[in-house]
C-alpha cells in the first residue's frame, strides 16, 4: 500500500520558518511530480509548489514565490518545503501529492496519492 507520510508541521510566529518532508513509502517515486497543497479553513484547497522528478521543473503558487523553496531527494523518495517569512495567511493544512503524469496535471489538482496532511499555524 502506497502511503505519504508529512511531517515537521507546526506552529511559528510570522516571519519564522518551518521544513516540510514528506516520505513516500512502498514503492519509488522517482519518475513522479511531487509538491504541496495547502487548504485554509473555509477555503478551497491551493496549488503550493510542484517539482519534477528531474528537478528542472519548479513551480509555485503566486502566494508563496519567493518565500518558499521546494526540493527533492529521489533516493529517499522525499519532498521538502522549506518555508520562509511566514505570514498568518500561510496558517493551513499542507498536503504532499504525487503525480505520475506532469506538472500541469498535477497543479490542477489530478494526483494520484495524497498524504493525511499536517498543520501549519502562523500566528501574528
Known amino acids: 500500500q502506497v502511503r505519504l507520510v508529512e511531517s515537521g508541521g507546526g506552529s511559528v510566529q510570522a516571519g519564522g520558518s518551518l521544513r516540510l518532508s514528506c516520505a513516500a513509502s512502498?514503492?519509488?517515486?522517482?519518475?513522479?511530480?511531487m509538491g504541496w497543497f495547502r487548504q485554509a479553513a473555509g477555503k478551497e484547497r491551493e496549488f503550493v509548489a510542484a517539482i519534477s522528478w528531474t528537478g528542472n521543473d519548479i513551480y509555485y503558487g503566486n502566494s508563496v514565490k519567493g518565500r518558499f523553496t521546494i526540493s527533492r531527494d529521489n533516493a529517499k523518495n522525499t519532498v521538502y518545503l522549506q518555508m520562509n517569512s511566514l505570514k498568518p495567511d500561510d496558517t493551513a493544512i499542507y498536503y504532499c501529492?504525487?503525480?505520475?503524469?506532469?506538472?500541469?496535471?498535477?497543479?490542477?489538482?489530478?494526483?494520484?496519492?495524497w498524504g493525511q496532511g499536517t498543520q501549519v499555524t502562523v500566528s501574528s
Open positions: 512502498a514503492r519509488t517515486f522517482s519518475r513522479y511530480v
Open positions: 501529492a504525487v503525480n505520475s503524469a506532469n506538472i500541469g496535471n498535477f497543479q490542477l489538482g489530478r494526483c494520484d496519492y
